[in-house]
């Protein structure tokens, strides 16, 4: 057997570490995969000391440090020029820089930490982005493609053909392009690098992309196989390897440009986001369509940040030369490390004689899960008074239908931005005014940001103009429009919805709620978005969900099969 542990969560900076996540990878296949802000409650935690999720995956599988085979990091390997050595001294080592002879001396401390005396495998980050799609995918001959802020050195873009599951680089882009525009965008418009971009998309629906497309077009153009920006949105090391006088990444520090900053006083928000959101897929379906040429290849997979614009992955799976589209479930960052960890694992396998399977990922349930012991003993530590019930998934559909707004907590957490029936709350699509009603206890989302449908994979035709799978709620979809006003609390403004088809191969527990609900109202559809607080990362323990329950964020929480009514608090 190859085992293999991957991790991410290297910081690029002392004060921005972020995304840090820890999995397992046994033969091929994903054991144990767990973000770490959903164990420290830091939203998108990097950790610079220590990472509670490689403790959590090796608790998961019952797996031992001594059984892992190699460690996987998707950064290229560090240098080894000792950081006292002055002629070849950087900024970038106590910057903590991924390069950094300060990293490596961290990471040999992490592994000491927890006894894992396995060699380390630094893979490429954007190969790392690559091959968490493919690998991933089931799909072993397409176009692979990754975008996202910045990789290693300046890398914010890679197209590759994959034939047979082998990679081979078709395009490589070493400076900012798509990522570092819409993040200058979502910074214009005042939402949040790194954590609003989801934002933008979602407001430009409400705006008109013309009076200001024509002044932003030259900030992304293509040609070929070329994609050139001319936004720097972030101050950054424009990264020179072959510089080793001393303090050279200090010479190489950019400050960012970012001349949408002037726009965003001349336009509305919502169009200035309209004509972001619009140039990003025009010029991304250009780079698709290029790609697609060269490599001959019509399916397409994709991963990094910019994969998690669902109306973009939308768009390109409408995209004539596309035949069919899979974006991995964990297109950012908190997800490479699983293209690293299965590229090695692949490559151990390999050199043993065995085949590598790419098996087509149908769930995200990777994370921690707990007994009812474990259960009992948080409410009870919360003092929350519950009651047994004999049939979990009907009782949650009764109350859905009531128009209660329900905590669900069942089975292992899911690994990904998105809950997917394990850690969801859960709410009656059919009525509009749930939008506000989970607004006011859980999520004070902003005005437009939609709430999404988890729908049975056998009503996905009756529902979608497309009626294809997507288990993953990261690909945008039309509505049929006769049935617009049936699901009016999951359908954003154009019409469009981020679904979870559910099938009960892949959470027969989920299937057989949605199911219930369809046979009290007709609709096998429910509202679910993740649980959590705004602000907070998912729900991950059963102490997490009791808390929210304190907090009042849910009017009844469902977890395993004891119901706990928010209103009765034990004195
Ligand atoms: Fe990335």
Redesign the pocket.
């Known amino acids: 057997m190859v085992t293999v542990l991957g991790m991410y969560g290297w910081p690029r900076w002392l004060t921005s570490a972020h995304e840090g996540s820890a999995l397992i990878v046994r033969d091929g296949r994903i054991l144990a995969a767990i973000e770490e802000d959903r164990i420290t409650r830091i939203k998108h935690d990097g950790q610079i000391i220590l990472w509670n999720s490689i403790k959590d995956v090796l608790r998961i599988t019952g797996i031992k440090a001594s059984e892992i085979d190699a460690v996987a990091i998707p950064w290229e390997a560090p240098e080894e020029t000792a950081f006292y050595d002055l002629k070849n001294f950087k900024l970038a080592n106590l910057a903590g820089y991924p390069y950094s002879r300060v990293n490596r001396i961290r990471l040999n401390f992490l592994m000491q930490c927890y006894g894992i005396d396995a060699p380390i495998r630094f893979v490429n980050?954007?190969r790392s982005?690559a091959a968490s799609a493919l690998l991933t995918s089931g799909i072993a001959d397409c176009s692979v493609l990754?975008l996202?802020?910045?990789?290693d050195r300046n890398e914010s873009l890679s197209a590759w053909e994959a034939q047979n599951n082998v990679m081979k680089c078709v395009a490589s882009i070493d400076a900012p392009t798509f990522g570092d525009f819409f993040s200058a965008a979502t910074n214009a418009i005042g939402f949040k690098i790194n954590d609003g971009e989801g934002k933008t998309m979602g407001i430009a629906s409400y705006g008109d992309p013309k009076p200001a497309y024509d002044q932003i077009k030259d900030f992304l153009n293509v040609d070929g196989l070329n994609v050139r920006g001319t936004i720097d949105n972030s101050a950054r090391i424009q990264v020179d390897v072959s510089d080793t006088k001393p303090f050279a990444s200090y010479r190489h520090l950019v400050k960012g440009n970012n001349p949408m900053m002037d726009l965003a006083k001349k336009f509305k928000k919502e169009d200035l986001a309209a004509a972001a959101q619009k140039l990003l897929e025009d010029r991304v379906l250009e780079f698709v369509r290029n790609v697609i040429a060269r490599t001959g290849k019509h399916k397409v997979c994709l991963a990094?940040?910019v994969a998690l614009n669902m109306k973009l992955n939308q768009k390109i799976r409408e995209m004539q030369e596309v035949e069919e589209v899979y974006v991995f479930p964990n297109p950012?960052?908190s997800g490479?490390a699983v293209g690293a960890a299965l590229l090695v694992c692949k490559d151990l396998m390999e050199a043993e004689g065995k085949t590598f399977s790419n098996e087509p990922m149908i769930h995200t349930y990777y994370g921690t899960s707990y007994t009812d012991e474990e259960v009992l003993s948080a409410l009870n530590e919360y003092r929350l008074e519950y009651q047994e019930l004999k049939d979990p998934e009907k009782a949650a559909a009764d109350l859905i239908s009531e128009g209660k707004v329900v905590g669900w907590f069942q089975g292992r957490l899911e690994f990904g931005p998105r809950a997917l029936g394990n850690r969801s709350v859960l709410a009656d699509p059919r009525n509009e005014g749930m939008k506000d009603k989970i607004n006011k206890y859980l999520k004070k989302r902003d005005w437009f940001m939609p709430f999404a449908p988890s729908m049975l994979s056998e009503a996905k035709e009756e529902y979608l103009e497309e009626g294809v799978e997507a288990p993953f709620m990261i690909m945008g979809f039309n509505v049929k429009k006769e049935k617009i006003k049936e699901i009016p609390a999951v359908v954003h403004v154009d019409g469009t919805v981020r679904p979870q088809t559910v099938t009960a191969d892949a959470n027969p527990s989920y299937w057989k709620l949605i199911h219930e609900f369809e046979k009290q109202s007709g609709v096998p559809i429910v509202l679910n978005t993740s649980f959590n607080r705004h602000g907070q990362p998912m729900v991950r323990s059963p102490e997490d969900a009791a808390l929210h329950v304190v907090w009042g964020a849910v009017e009844y929480l469902i977890i395993h099969k004891y119901l706990v009514d928010a209103k009765v608090k034990i004195g």
Do not use: F, I, P
């Open positions: 980050h954007h982005h990754t996202d802020g910045q990789g990094g940040g950012g960052d490479v």
